[in-house]
Every structure is written in C-alpha cells, then in structure tokens.
T-cell receptor, first 111, second 114 residues
Framework: ELKVEQNPLFLSMQEGKNYTIYCNYS?????LYWYRQDPGKSLESLFV???NGAVKQEGRLMASLDTKARLSTLHITAAVHDLSATYFC???????????WGAGTKLIIKP | DTGVSQDPRHKITKRGQNVTFRCDPI?????LYWYRQTLGQGPEFLTY????????KSRLLSDRFSAERPKGSFSTLEIQRTEQGDSAMYLC????????????FGSGTRLTVV
C-alpha cells in the first residue's frame, strides 16, 4: 500500500530564513506533485515532478525528486509572510491517476 | 475557460437528507476526479472518470455515494441519507489524459451535516 509521509507537520519560522519540507513515500512512483492550500480554500498546483532528479523552482520555492530514495523536498529560501499556508505533497499510485496525499505541512512565517 | 467550477460552495443539510454536488471541469480535460478532505488532513481519493466512464472507485465510496459524468462533460456526486461523518470538503479536479501538467482543482463544496 502506498503511503506518503510529510515532515514536519507544523513549522513556524521567521521571515528571511530558509527551510525544507520533506516528503517520503513507500512504493515506487515516478510522479510527485506539490500543492499549496490557504485556509478554507482549494488546492493550488505548485510543482509537477515527473522523473528522477527533477528540480523545479518558482520564486522562493524549489522542489526536487529522488525516486530511488523515494523522497521529495520543498525548499523555501528567504521566507516571506505570503508563503504562509499548508503545503501538501501527493504521489500518483500505480500510474492510474489516483493521488495519495501526505498529511500536509502547516507553515507559518512570522514577520 | 476559467478553471474547474464546483457548485454549491457550501451546503448545510440535515442528517438523512440527500445532497448532490456538481463539477464542471476544464473543457479540454477528459479526466475528472472527486476527492474528500476533512479538516487538517490531506485529500482522499473517491473516484475518477475518463470521459463518461467511471474507471475507479475508492473503498471509501460507500453505497450511499454515487457519481456520474453523463456525456463526459460535467459530473455530479450524490450522497444519499447523509450522516454526520460525511461532513467534509468535496473537491473536484480535472486533468489531461497524461496528467503531465498536473491536476487542476476546483474550489470545493463544503458539506456540513447537522
């Protein structure tokens, strides 16, 4: 059974600092997705990672995928308050388009 | 096309009533998905369609739940005889056939069963 674990589940940090959110998954998959969710809102797609070694960057966020280690990271550089949200990783199960989700990392960035 | 639309945004219903939600996907997308999300958790897969065919259903989808996608366009999710445990955000998403560009989610329907 495919399981997805994120850590930490909660992160409070100061503006200007760097940090990394980790996403581990239990069985082979080549597709991993990162989403952002603001309170009471839907899910906003951040990154689609489709192969081993994939690295994508958008602004202060950078995501990478290591399929051999079954690990993805979401790195935040010089955090700003607007990045406060809950971040989810999701892994595609058996290439059948069913996404298995982590529990989410609630990120609070203090000004 | 402005993305995935869901209606209603909020629904409050009494236990035992039936409710129906609608999802209009991005018109070029032929795959449509339903997920359920409870507070503080990641979404859970319920079912998905390729065009009008329902290809997979989760064990979470009890007999009280039914989804349709007539003509491969919009989809409806019906919950019969609602229970308090059905209270959640119901999210619809759509994608291209290959999903290489990811999944686009709607704003969701928040269901509260009282």
């Amino acid at each position: 059974e495919l399981k997805v674990e994120q850590n930490p589940l909660f992160l409070s940090m100061q503006e200007g600092k760097n940090y990394t959110i980790y996403c581990n998954y239990s069985t082979t998959s080549d597709r991993l997705y990162w989403y952002r969710q603001d309170p009471g809102k839907s899910l906003e797609s951040l990154f689609v990672l489709l192969s081993n070694g994939a690295v994508k960057q958008e602004g202060r966020l950078m995501a990478s995928l290591d399929t051999k280690a079954r690990l993805s990271t979401l790195h935040i550089t010089a955090a700003v308050h607007d990045l406060s949200a809950t971040y989810f990783c999701a892994v595609e199960k058996d290439s059948n388009y069913q996404l298995i989700w982590g529990a989410g990392t609630k990120l609070i960035i203090k000004p | 096309d402005t993305g995935v639309s869901q209606d209603p945004r909020h629904k409050i219903t009494k236990r035992g009533q039936n409710v129906t939600f609608r999802c209009d996907p991005i018109s070029e997308h032929n795959r449509l998905y339903w997920y359920r999300q409870t507070l503080g958790q990641g979404p859970e897969f319920l079912t998905y369609f390729q065009n009008e065919a329902q290809l997979e259903k989760s064990r979470l989808l009890s007999d009280r739940f039914s989804a349709e996608r007539p003509k491969g366009s919009f989809s409806t999710l019906e919950i019969q005889r609602t229970e308090q445990g059905d209270s959640a955000m119901y999210l619809c998403a759509s994608s291209w056939r290959t999903a290489n560009y990811g999944y686009t989610f709607g704003s969701g329907t928040r269901l509260t069963v009282v």
